[in-house]
């Protein structure tokens, strides 16, 4: 089950860039609880910069987990700031080379809101993640686009 994430696993690091402004990124993924579930943590660092005059430092841990009743991989993703994101796996590639992950339900923030996650590998040694948010309407369309964000990232030896 785990052979289309095995490719993330180890340390990452890589630059980003959204609505914060531009970041530094380290992100694991490792293998927990008798390998029944992959441990995700990312940390985004923002120097003060014309953007973001603060700065500020972004962490999310996450467990990304084999759901066999409903045969697919499940996101489940907690913020600094408080929220939680539930994923699934909404598209994995022919190729295995890009996943899309959707949010089946968001935990402390307002109703209406969705976000997708895209991990796309690039190269034995890199990769990309994209996330955008957006609220949504109950017809499905888009009302409001939040945030994109997105950064490269390069696998530590």
Not at 100 to 114: K, M
Request: net charge positive.
């Amino acid at each position: 089950m785990w052979t289309t994430l095995n490719y993330f696993i180890g340390s990452w690091q890589g630059l980003g860039g959204g609505k914060s402004g531009v970041s530094r990124v380290d992100r694991t993924y490792e293998f927990v609880l008798n390998s029944k579930f992959v441990f995700v943590r990312s940390k985004s660092t923002h120097d003060p910069q014309e953007k973001n005059p603060q700065g500020e430092v972004h962490e999310v841990w996450g467990f990304i987990s084999y759901d066999r009743a409903r045969e697919t991989l499940i996101f489940r993703q907690f913020h600094i700031e408080g929220f939680v994101n539930h994923y699934v796996l909404n598209e994995l590639a022919e190729d295995s080379q890009t996943f899309r992950f959707i949010t089946e339900g968001i935990e402390n923030i307002p109703p209406g809101w969705i976000a997708r996650e895209t991990f796309r590998i690039l190269s034995p040694m890199s990769s990309w993640k994209y996330l955008n948010w957006r609220a949504q309407k109950k017809n499905s369309k888009f009302i409001q686009k939040i945030v994109s964000n997105g950064y490269a990232q390069n696998r530590l030896p």
